[in-house]
Structures are given as structure tokens and as C-alpha cells.
């Protein structure tokens, strides 16, 4: 688990963790008072990161998909989900 700060606050989270040879980045998220200050993809290249030795996936969000598509990350496919309350 990645926790971005500034100074003594966290503005962002993000996670790595290995499954069959492949870096599965998941939970990012940043504070909306720090969107746009380069905090999403900082905290999204520590996890891809983690193991710099084996490729690395994810699935993002509308919002979060050109901060990944700037690190290098390629669209493969588009899901919509539905939740019922």
C-alpha cells in the first residue's frame, strides 16, 4: 500500500500486489482538493513500480484513464458495471 503526502497530510492511496506474474495495481484514489497536481500519477508509479521486473494492469476509472494512458498504461478493453442498491 502507497500513501501520497503532503507535508503531514495524505492526499492519495494506491496498491500493488503480485497474481501470476503481474503487478495488479488497484485502490487509487486522490483527494479532489489534489486532482490535477500530478498526486494520481505519483502514487499510481510507486505501485506500478513495485515489482519494475513483471508487467503491471489495472482498471480505472472514466476520470482516472488519461493519468494512466500518460504513464504508459494501454487500453485494453472498457467494462460498465451496474450496482443495485
Known sequence: M??????????????????AGLTVVENVAVLPAARGRGAGAAITWAATGHRPDQPAALIASDD??????????????????????
Open 64 to 85: 482516472g484513464q488519461p493519468v494512466y494512458q500518460r504513464l504508459g498504461y494501454l487500453r485494453v478493453e472498457r467494462w460498465t458495471v451496474w450496482v443495485r442498491a
Open 2 to 19: 502507497f500513501v501520497g503526502y503532503d507535508g503531514d497530510v495524505p492526499l492519495a492511496t494506491s496498491v500493488a500486489h503480485d497474481a
